[in-house]
């Protein structure tokens, strides 16, 4: 690769979906149009609400500015229906950002240390929830298959301090079973004829098959 190159791939955000019910979710009628909201001009995202914020605190600032059409908001649902996560290659830095137009076009930079580890700079708007990220964290951050699959578990949640990424006591059933062992190959976990069975909060989903 010369120098300065960058190889780029783009990954289409797959739909939302609806969760299963869950003894820890809120009421429906609280949660119900609530919503991340996300600056259109910066790309700031704020907590969950009813309504989006009066104003963004990053655009109101004398060194950035509001949009000519004034302050505008999308939702990440909304964000992931047009536009595409875009992963590309820098050299010895690996980026990740969105493929078209959207607001400030910042990506995030996976910096490797030797002392600190990987270190991710800066922040994207959009991000991808399905299996594929994990196999683009071995191919593209250099993990090990084990280090991909606690990162999309037990570390996600505790980032988010919720109760569920491990399998323990106190903590919500959320589980999936595969027919061969994702350590081996972490592809498996892109192909759902090979996931077994589903459990969501306690309750099968997808039921296992019975072995002969």
């Not at 605190?57 to 047009?82: E, I, M, Y």
């Not at 191919?139 to 090990?144: K, N, P, R, S, V």
């Not at 699959?149 to 949640?157: F, I, K, N, S, Y």
Request: hydrophobic share 35%; proline share 8%.
């Amino acid at each position: 690769m010369s120098p300065g190159a960058i190889t780029t791939t783009s990954i289409r955000t797959p739909p939302s979906w609806t969760p299963a019910p869950n003894p820890s979710r809120p009421p429906d009628d609280i949660c119900a149009n609530m919503h991340n909201y996300i600056c259109i001009t910066c790309g700031t995202q704020y907590g969950v609400a009813h309504e989006p914020p009066t104003e963004c605190r990053v655009c109101v600032d004398d060194r950035q500015h509001v949009g000519r059409d004034g302050q505008l908001w999308t939702t990440h649902d909304q964000l992931a229906a047009s536009h595409h996560v875009r992963i590309e290659m820098d050299n010895d830095l690996t980026g990740v950002g969105i493929a078209e137009q959207f607001a400030i076009p910042q990506r995030a930079l996976r910096v490797r240390s030797a002392d600190a580890g990987n270190i991710l700079w800066d922040c994207t708007s959009l991000i991808t929830p399905h299996a594929r990220d994990l196999q683009l964290f071995v191919d593209l951050f250099g993990y090990l298959t084990t280090e991909a699959l606690v990162a999309a578990t037990r570390l996600g949640c505790e980032l988010m301090d919720y109760p569920v990424g491990q399998i323990r006591a106190g903590y919500l059933a959320d589980i999936l079973l595969v027919d061969a062992n994702p350590v081996d190959d972490i592809s498996i976990m892109q192909h759902p004829d090979r996931i077994t069975a589903i459990m969501k909060a306690g309750t099968f989903h997808k039921q296992p098959q019975p072995t002969h």
